[in-house]
């Protein structure tokens, strides 16, 4: 289980660790702008963002969601929320889209000189392009840029705080004198930073959910996930206040201060920058033009141009403009969709838990009946239909997946001569007692003479009345 959270916590950090994060320019607007206390703000926002994570990674598992709205839609309870939350997600995918031009003009603008519009152009032409190929494979190829900037950030970070010498009252006087930012104070900033936060991540964070059978594996990856986000952006944060007098004013201050610790590097970090700007783009505007295009498929292509065209021409509005007015604006529509998240999770964690079970019983059985070790009884095989029956999850779908999972565990152990041609083999083992009289017999399961649908009804009558 830990192996798996430990996979889940890296694929968390990817998305959360994007182009807006490798820029520095949230940083610097959430937190460095406050000074000291910007720290404070820091250890907040990451805190309930380790929460979050934990809340959208479980949901995620707990439906086997591919998409947002097959989580959104059944915790809303009520249309109208769903359908607002619907809107603030398709809202957030154009806009980060579109800052990402901004951002791809200012990243080449201040590394190499470059005219603003020559990077936005190049970041159009790539987003339209390999949009229409297999896009998986191209960000997944991308998203082997983010081990590489953790790395640049821990080593810009970290040289910046072990060669420090602050003067700390200083430092918080400039801040307040010299970075701009539109957020009123340090806690309302932390709160806002993790609003924007949430509701960039969520689609994607209930779809790496809704790859885990295991809600507690979700959870715990979750968990990891958010405590080394914590560390990232505490590095990040108190770095960038330390070089202030150096970072501010500039649309790229990681940039800036790696370049301030060697050229070489910066010039290096640029161009990883640029590919997660790339990346980031390529996955808000895809996943946009998948939303609008449901239900009429075959216009996706228009769609997705149309709107990569849209948003390039806003983003010459400027980045820092554009970060400083829209991922406010963002936040606060990710706070509203925090609530309701939590509010789902926290009354359906009872209902989580007793999934929890379920799944690791139908685990069980599933190894039971296709290991060749073992022997698959016809209560076994009662049992595994009931269980099935009774996840929230579709009884075939989870099925299959239980026999993927199963499959690659004793395909991958070398004691067992397993072969995944048996998988769908028919060999039932019926297990026999010794012969009693009617008045003697006690059953020791209701598998051995209550039938599936009785087994069925009573649970779902157990249910009934805890919701009472």
């Known amino acids: 289980m830990l192996r798996t959270a430990t996979l889940i916590s890296f694929a968390f950090i990817g998305t959360l660790v994007g182009a807006g994060f490798a820029s520095g320019q949230e940083a610097m607007l959430y937190f460095s702008a406050f000074g000291t206390q910007g720290i404070w703000g820091a250890v907040l926002s990451s805190a309930l963002m380790l929460i979050a994570g934990v809340t959208l990674l479980q949901l995620g598992s707990y439906f086997r969601a591919q998409e947002h709205m097959e989580v959104l839609g059944p915790i809303s309870r009520m249309k109208i929320t769903a359908w607002i939350l619907d809107i603030a997600t398709i809202t957030t995918l154009f806009?980060?889209?579109?800052?990402?031009?901004?951002?791809?003009?200012?990243?080449?603008?201040?590394?190499?000189?470059?005219?603003v519009w020559v990077g936005a152009v190049i970041m159009l032409a790539a987003t339209i392009g390999f949009g229409m190929l297999d896009v998986d494979k191209v960000t997944g190829a991308i998203g082997a840029l983010t081990p590489f900037l953790l790395l640049f950030i821990i080593i810009g970070c970290g040289w910046t705080l072990i060669n420090a010498h602050p003067d700390w009252a200083a430092l918080n006087e400039y801040a307040a004198t010299?970075?701009?930012?539109?957020?009123?104070?340090?806690?309302?900033?932390?709160?806002?930073?993790?609003?924007?936060?949430?509701?960039?991540?969520?689609?994607?964070?209930?779809?790496?959910?809704?790859?885990?059978?295991?809600?507690?594996?979700?959870?715990?990856?979750?968990?990891?996930?958010?405590?080394?986000?914590?560390?990232?952006?505490?590095?990040?944060?108190?770095?960038?206040?330390?070089?202030?007098?150096?970072?501010?004013?500039q649309d790229m201050p990681l940039l800036t201060l790696i370049t301030d610790i060697n050229p070489t590097l910066g010039t290096i970090m640029a161009l990883i920058i640029f590919g997660m700007i790339f990346a980031t783009s390529l996955g808000m505007f895809y996943a946009l033009g998948k939303r609008l295009s449901r239900g009429r498929e075959e216009k996706f292509r228009v769609i997705y141009i149309a709107a990569c065209l849209i948003g390039?021409?806003?983003?010459?509005?400027?980045?820092?403009?554009?970060?400083?007015?829209?991922?406010?604006?963002?936040?606060?529509?990710?706070?509203?969709?925090?609530?309701?998240?939590?509010?789902?999770?926290?009354?359906?964690?009872?209902?989580?838990?007793?999934?929890?079970?379920?799944?690791?019983?139908?685990?069980?059985?599933?190894?039971?009946?296709?290991?060749p070790r073992e022997r698959f009884t016809k209560n076994d095989e009662r049992e595994l239909e009931h269980v099935t029956a009774m996840s929230v999850v579709d009884d075939e779908t989870l099925s299959e997946a239980l026999e993927e999972s199963v499959t690659q565990e004793l395909m991958a152990d070398e004691e067992v001569e397993f072969d995944p041609e048996d998988v769908g083999r028919d060999v039932v083992y019926v297990s026999y007692t010794e012969p009693v009289s009617r008045d003697e017999y006690e059953p020791d399961e209701p598998w051995n003479d209550t039938t599936i649908d009785d087994l069925i009804a009573a649970d779902e009558a157990e249910e009934a009345s805890e919701e009472r």
């Not at 806690?187 to 936060?197: K, M």
């Not at 991540?201 to 405590?227: D, H, K, P, Y």
């Not at 939590?342 to 999934?355: Q, V």
């Open 95 to 115: 806009s980060i889209g579109f800052v990402m031009f901004a951002g791809a003009g200012a990243n080449l603008n201040q590394q190499f000189g470059l005219p």
């Open 178 to 249: 010299n970075v701009d930012t539109t957020l009123p104070n340090w806690w309302i900033s932390a709160l806002n930073y993790t609003g924007l936060n949430v509701i960039c991540v969520a689609s994607m964070a209930l779809v790496i959910g809704g790859n885990e059978l295991n809600t507690r594996a979700a959870g715990l990856g979750g968990l990891f996930g958010g405590i080394g986000y914590l560390v990232m952006l505490m590095l990040l944060a108190v770095a960038l206040l330390l070089k202030i007098d150096i970072v501010e004013g």
């Open 312 to 371: 390039f021409a806003l983003s010459f509005v400027g980045f820092q403009t554009l970060v400083s007015v829209v991922y406010p604006i963002l936040g606060y529509m990710g706070l509203v969709l925090i609530v309701v998240v939590t509010f789902g999770w926290l009354r359906g964690l009872p209902k989580l838990r007793k999934e929890e079970q379920r799944r690791n019983r139908a685990m069980e059985l599933m190894r039971v009946k296709l290991d």
